[in-house]
């Protein structure tokens, strides 16, 4: 079994940047394909980036390419999250996904491949 643990929400400006961790203990976290979501209150949960294991580029979805960076130390079993220029739009709970395989699908923003998920963390973009 892996858990999965999201950490570095907080209330910041918009314009301004935080730095959201993902670290993950029980398992080889190196061997799992990492997927960042977000769900905003009444919205629909949505893909924000996806990292391969080994052999991929990152993805990210159209809202946040270009602002936000995925990353991994894999000898720290730790998945970051960089998001720049922070709009009130990116206001959320973030969530850390394991997918099931060391490649991100093709269809990386669908829910279902993830098996291990995070208990979320609450981004908050002010005006």
């Known amino acids: 079994q892996v858990q999965v643990v999201e950490s570095g929400g907080g209330l910041v400006q918009a314009g301004g940047s935080l730095r959201l961790s993902c670290a993950a203990s029980?398992?080889?976290?190196?061997?799992?394909?990492i997927g960042w979501f977000r769900q905003a209150p009444g919205k629909e949960r949505e893909g924000v980036s996806c990292?391969?294991?080994?052999?991929?580029?990152?993805i990210y979805g159209d809202s946040v390419k270009g602002r936000f960076t995925i990353s991994r130390d894999n000898a720290k079993n730790t998945v970051y999250l960089q998001m720049l220029r922070l709009k009130p739009e990116d206001t959320a709970v973030y969530y850390c996904?394991?997918?099931?395989?060391?490649?991100?699908?093709?269809?990386?923003?669908?829910?279902?491949?993830?098996?291990?998920w995070g208990q979320g963390t609450q981004v908050t973009v002010s005006s």
């Open positions: 996904a394991a997918d099931t395989s060391p490649r991100c699908s093709g269809t990386w923003y669908i829910r279902g491949w993830y098996e291990y």
């Open positions: 029980g398992s080889e976290f190196s061997i799992y394909a």
């Open positions: 990292f391969s294991s080994s052999g991929g580029n990152a």
